[in-house]
């Protein structure tokens, strides 16, 4: 089973079979003319960013071995619908851990009810299992809160800090 017992789709979708004229995927560099950053705008500013500039990061973070961005594609449209990142941050703790950290979860607006957030998260769930994560942490917004915990997340007794640029 490729999910946890605890989530279940209604309809049934997993992730080699994520809907109808849908695909899930590994992001690629022409995902850039597929609307990866419209989707991405959906969660907070993008910035004006040059495809260029996209596959100099796409490379680096290709490079580095711990990004896995995942996407949804409308295959009939050829444009990305939802996308989802885990990470894998290295640790001298823990025995030389990996801590996964799941980041910019977000699925357009017109796409929203095919469960695909949840997907999202569940396949990269599983990922940071099969990847030996000892954790997998995420921050979101108050109104997510009950979504992130159908997954297992807790609040945890952490205070989330930051310092904004
Ligand atoms: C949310 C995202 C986070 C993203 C941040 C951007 C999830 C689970 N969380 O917290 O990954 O980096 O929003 O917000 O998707 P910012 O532009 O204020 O940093």
Request: aromatic letters at 10%; proline letters at 3%; charged letters at 25%.
């Amino acid at each position: 089973d490729w999910s946890s017992n605890t989530i279940s789709f209604s309809p049934a979708i997993s992730p080699s079979n994520p809907g109808e004229g849908l695909k899930l995927r590994p992001l690629c560099t022409a995902d850039f003319s597929r609307g990866f950053f419209k989707v991405l705008s959906q969660l907070t500013k993008t910035g004006d960013v040059t495809s260029e500039l996209f596959i100099k990061k796409f490379d680096h973070m290709k490079k580095t071995g711990d990004y896995y961005v995942v996407v949804v594609e409308d295959t009939q449209l050829g444009q990305i619908i939802a996308t989802a990142t885990l990470i894998t941050e290295h640790k001298f703790i823990h025995s030389c851990a990996k801590r996964g950290r799941v980041e910019e979860v977000v699925v357009t607006d017109a796409c929203r009810g095919k469960q695909l957030g949840k997907l999202l998260v569940a396949t990269l769930i599983q990922l940071s299992k099969k990847l030996d994560c000892y954790k997998t942490t995420l921050e979101c917004a108050p109104k997510n809160v009950a979504f992130y915990e159908k997954f297992g997340y807790k609040a945890s007794d952490e205070t989330y800090m930051q310092c904004r640029f």
